[in-house]
């Protein structure tokens, strides 16, 4: 059977007419004979607004956390109101939706009572947007013939208890789905769950992390062995770079999975980094397509990319970084030390982008963040230590950058202009990054992009629309 997962972002279920959209393409793929399984993000913005409502009533800001809550329910509810004609369904969704967020309010009196937000408890709490934006979603395509089933991701993404960014239990997962997910696909049926979300195996409501759907629909497609797993968003998908900071940029119509993790790790927006593993390790094709064009190809994301006459696929860029420079005139090479320094990163669970080290220095890269002083004060036991913020990575990829020789010369020529911090070629040699002022980024990738991508490989990129 052709089972695809289909995963459908913030964007794609933001209001009716996009949830209309999304009916239209998964009938779509339901009568081209494929089984779906679909995946929903939170309607857009809802999982932020959700957090600041946490936020608000930890502070004892009772009413403000209130407020937020009742807007976010009207919204909820105006928007099962718009998709579903049938007046019992309709009522009987309002209810629903009615019903979670009394619940959601209770715990946000009493978190305003207690005044201590949890992991846990803020895990909770957002667990509210993708389980109800996928109660509509499932209520939406029954109304349009679909025979959609709502399934609680939660009986199915089962995960460790580190709240927040708990890590996913494969082999828990891959049973769970399987025996939850295939009695309905073999029945023609269209199972439509929340990304995000999941439960450790005490059932205690987690989420596996920020922009974490990508990751559900990785993981569910990886369980059930899916033909394709099928993101949809709101861009025609990877794209040669930020097309707002550079108006040239191309679609990229393939790309390798190695690339695509490169990229999605250095801050493009179009795909959780963490994805693409379920589906690497089955050789599942992910494909990054857009709701809002649902004509367009997008991106395919394979395991093995095609060869390119470009060496760059892409030029990805990440911001709000600070650099840590940790200078300690004698201790640099003892036995030991690295480690130590590294132990401070860990101790405050704080990853580490970059490193490069000197005689006497070790410089890193982190995202800015409100620990920083206090590494910074645990690393000065250590040593000298300065950090400095609004730093940004400009990462370029390409498989092809393997074995060409002088393609640093030619990457820093064409931003001869522009005061480079720091620089690291990958050990995966298809990634050529370095560190700039923040300020300088948008002006480096667009003079890097009209040094590489001037004449471009027409079967890599989408130079047809360059054309129109
Ligand atoms: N709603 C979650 C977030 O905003 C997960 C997702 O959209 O992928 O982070
Ligand atoms: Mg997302």
């Known amino acids: 059977m052709s089972l695809v997962v289909m995963k459908f972002g913030g ?7 996009a949830i209309g959209r999304t009916a239209a393409i998964v009938a779509g793929r339901v009568a081209l004979g494929k089984q779906p399984v679909v995946v929903v993000s939170a309607m857009a913005k809802v999982t932020d607004q959700l957090l600041r409502a946490a936020a608000a009533a930890a502070q004892g800001d009772r009413t403000g956390a209130m407020a937020i809550s009742t807007r976010l329910r009207s919204r909820h509810r105006d928007t099962a109101a718009a998709l579903i004609e049938n007046s019992a369904d309709s009522a009987a969704l ?9 619940s959601l309010d209770e715990i946000l009196r009493g978190l305003a009572a207690i005044l201590e937000l949890t992991p846990r408890i803020s895990d909770l709490i957002v667990s509210y947007g993708e389980r109800i934006s996928s109660r509509i979603v499932a209520a939406a395509f029954r109304e349009r013939g679909i025979d959609a089933v709502h399934v609680d991701a939660r009986e199915i993404i089962v995960t460790d208890s580190q709240f927040q960014r708990a890590v996913p239990l494969d082999a828990v997962i891959d049973k769970r789905a399987q025996e939850k997910l295939l009695p309905l696909t073999s029945l023609g049926k269209v199972p439509v769950m929340g990304g995000f979300i999941a439960s450790n195996e ?7 992390g920020r922009g974490g759907s990508d990751f559900t629909g990785a993981l569910v497609g990886g369980a059930l062995s899916a033909e394709a797993i099928e993101i949809w968003t709101d861009v025609d998908g990877i794209m040669t770079t930020d097309p707002r900071v550079c108006p040239d940029a191309l679609r990229v119509k393939v790309i390798s999975f190695e690339e695509a993790a490169e990229l999605a790790y250095f801050g493009a927006k179009v795909l959780h ?10 050789n599942i094709p992910v494909l990054v397509l857009n709701s809002r064009n649902a004509a367009c190809e997008g991106t395919r994301i394979t395991s093995l990319a095609p ?3 470009s ?16 200078v300690a005139s004698r201790m640099l090479m003892t036995h030991g030390y690295m480690s130590e320094i590294f132990a401070i990163f860990d101790k ?29 004060a645990d690393l000065s036991k250590l040593a000298d230590v300065k950090y400095e913020g609004r730093k940004a990575l400009v990462c370029m990829v390409g498989e092809d950058i393997r074995g060409q020789s002088g393609m640093a010369a030619q990457v820093f020529s064409a931003i001869r202009h522009i005061n480079v911090r720091m620089i690291s070629q990958g050990a995966s040699e298809i990634n050529m990054s370095f560190m700039i002022d923040e300020d300088d980024a948008d002006e480096a990738v667009r003079s890097l ?10 079967a890599i990129f989408d130079v047809e629309a360059r054309k129109v």
């Open 311 to 326: 060496p760059f696929k892409s030029i990805a860029v990440k911001k709000k970084l600070s650099i840590i420079d940790v």
């Open 307 to 309: 060869h390119c006459k």
């Open 202 to 208: 005490a059932g205690i409501t987690t989420t596996i």
């Open 94 to 102: 309002i209810e629903l939706i009615d019903q979670k967020f009394d």
């Open 348 to 376: 405050h669970q704080c990853a580490v982008d970059m490193v490069s080290t000197s005689e006497v220095s070790v410089s890193l890269t982190v995202d800015s963040n409100e620990k920083l002083p206090a590494i910074a």
């Open 273 to 282: 980094p963490a994805t693409i593993l379920p589906a690497v390790k089955k």
């Open 11 to 17: 964007t794609s279920v933001e209001d009716p007419a």
């Open 449 to 458: 992009h009209a040094a590489f991508f001037k004449d471009p490989d027409p």
